[in-house]
């Protein structure tokens, strides 16, 4: 069930400051599932109703975020953890060490191991541009 | 600029730490802080909070947690990026050798496969510098300080 799809994308690459080119894999990203298109899937799975659902997943977010804030980490499930990631300097003295060091706080997501192999076991298919729109005019067609 | 409301602002705890930097020459040793975590969340402690919160019976949130699971999992492995409210975007990325021809870069040619995760603005802003104070912890015999970046340095 399910698999990516890619196609070749052309790119130039600087080797020994020569510009050559070159072809990469990329995915092709069939659409983004929007808010409400995962809460109503979310809410028929579990049978329950869209506003409840709802009302739920935005309780469990504000709940990640509380203790992602204060310094823990977070496990979501068995897709993987949430934690702050802190960017600081290096200091010469203790006496130097302050919050002032501290550049910046990310919020970083770790995936887990389960789902990186749920990942590496998917299928990946090169993106026929060609076939999938000749066999969509055929369903129109058909309709 | 926007002011995004963020809620209650964030607590941390961080040390001084001794670092070795190998890399420079004469390894000088230097310090800087380290992030104290504050204890591992599972998903019950954040059912229960959730619960609390939003008052919600336990049993409904921990159906809307395995369905929203069920629904991100069945997204990202046919390819969808998955926007969840209030959290932000899961996506499936992928990184690949550059090749020389368009027939070698082929499913052989990718390195890795990764699921990404974008938060979002609100929670974003929530996690940065201005929205969280840090607290410098005693652990090589430095006084306890509770300091902010607008009042570093200010004892308790």
Known sequence: MGGFKYRVKKVDIDLHKRKVEGYKVQLVNDSIIAEEEVVRYAAQSAGIPESMMRA?????????????????????????????KVENTCVDTLEECQADTVKRINLHFTPSTKIKDLLNKAELKKWDFLSESASSEENQSEE | ?????????????????????????????????????SGDITDEDIIAYAAQAAHVPEACLVLAQDALYDAIDFFCRQGHAVQIPNLGTFSVKLNSKVVATPKE?????????????????RLKAACSLKNIRINIEDVLGLKKKDVSRKNSGNEE
């Open chain 2, 105 to 121: 870069a082929n499913a052989e040619s990718v390195t890795q496969r990764r699921l990404r995760f974008y938060p979002k603005k």
């Open chain 1, 56 to 84: 739920c997943t935005i309780a469990i977010a504000d709940a990640i975020r509380f203790y992602v804030i204060n310094g823990h980490k977070v496990s979501f499930g068995k897709f993987g953890n949430f934690r702050l």
């Open chain 2, 1 to 37: 600029m926007d002011t995004i409301l963020t809620g209650p602002k964030g607590n941390i705890k961080m040390f001084p730490q001794k670092v070795k930097l190998n890399y420079l020459e004469g390894e000088p040793e230097k310090y800087r802080l380290h992030w104290m975590r």
